[in-house]
Nanobody, 125 residues
Framework: VQLVESGGGLGQPGGSLGLSCVASGRTFSLNAMAWFPQAPGKEREAVAAISWSGASRNYPDFAKGRFTIARDNDKNTVYMQKNSREQGDTSVYYC???????????????????WGQGTQVTVSS
């Protein structure tokens, strides 16, 4: 099983941010997926999670209206979109997948069993 994130890099404040995570090795169409940024010296904290079917999308209060998560089960891919980069977005962004099937998508990192290697997002003017 492998999760590979892409789409990070350097960008200016105000620009858009779009990340992708492709899973390989098996299908995850029955498994919830999520995005966890981790800033230096801080713990991973979820900004978005999506249920196995995509019908349920969960965001912590601070992320609501700022982040959007989506998935394409035919492509075994989860996406994250943020319309406007902010300085505080600088982090390594990890995608994660729950092993247990048919879940709604947890905000807790301990619920996730598979992790990508992360993609660095840097916001600087």
């Amino acid at each position: 099983v492998q999760l590979v994130e892409s789409g990070g890099g350097l960008g200016q404040p105000g620009g858009s941010l779009g990340l992708s995570c492709v899973a390989s090795g098996r299908t995850f169409s029955l498994n919830a997926m999520a995005w966890f940024p981790q800033a230096p010296g801080k713990e991973r904290e979820a900004v978005a999670a999506i249920s196995w079917s995509g019908a349920s999308r969960n965001y912590p209060d601070f992320a609501k209206g700022r982040f959007t998560i989506a998935r394409d089960n035919d492509k075994n891919t989860v996406y994250m979109q943020k319309n406007s980069r902010e300085q505080g977005d600088t982090s390594v962004y990890y995608c994660a997948v729950e092993e247990q099937s048919c879940r709604l998508g947890s905000m807790r990192h301990v619920a996730y069993d598979y992790w990508g290697q992360g993609t660095q997002v840097t916001v600087s003017s």
